[in-house]
């Protein structure tokens, strides 16, 4: 299930569940996912803000984009869920799209900052 309508007030961005062992394949998942106008995956742009795992496999993934005028605002969490629905173990995905914090440049990672000539 995915939700391009973001989320009113400023959410609670929690730390992802990076001790699960889903996390890992999540993020190789969501690195497969590109913005269409940026030759970089979403993870390394910086675009997902917390992965959240529960005790039962269900995952809740908050993201944003890299501005509110996106063209794929209404499809990019669709995306996002597409890439992860699929992996051994996963029972449910929500996709949720967030604005707060904005996203910025310096969420990028390394790479996308090499692979975008910004290093």
């Given amino acids: 299930m995915t939700d ?3 989320i009113e007030g400023t959410p609670l961005i ?3 569940s990076t001790d699960h062992p889903l996390y ?3 993020v190789e998942a969501c690195k497969t ?3 269409p106008e940026i030759p970089v ?3 390394d742009l910086g675009l997902i803000y917390t992965i959240d795992i529960t005790s039962e496999n269900d995952v809740s993934i908050l993201m944003s984009l890299t501005a509110p005028g996106c ?3 209404g499809e990019m969490p669709g995306w996002v869920a597409d890439a992860v629905e699929p992996l051994a173990g996963v029972k449910q995905v929500q996709v949720d799209l967030v604005w707060e914090p904005q996203w910025g440049m ?3 990672s390394d790479e ?3 692979e975008l000539g910004f290093m």
Wanted: charged share 20%; glycine share 0%.
């Fill in 4 to 6: 391009a309508t973001p």
């Fill in 14 to 16: 929690k730390p992802s």
């Fill in 24 to 26: 890992d394949n999540i």
């Fill in 33 to 35: 996912v590109f913005d």
């Fill in 41 to 43: 995956n979403i993870y």
């Fill in 71 to 73: 063209p794929v605002a």
């Fill in 106 to 108: 310096d969420m990028m």
């Fill in 112 to 114: 996308a900052r090499l």
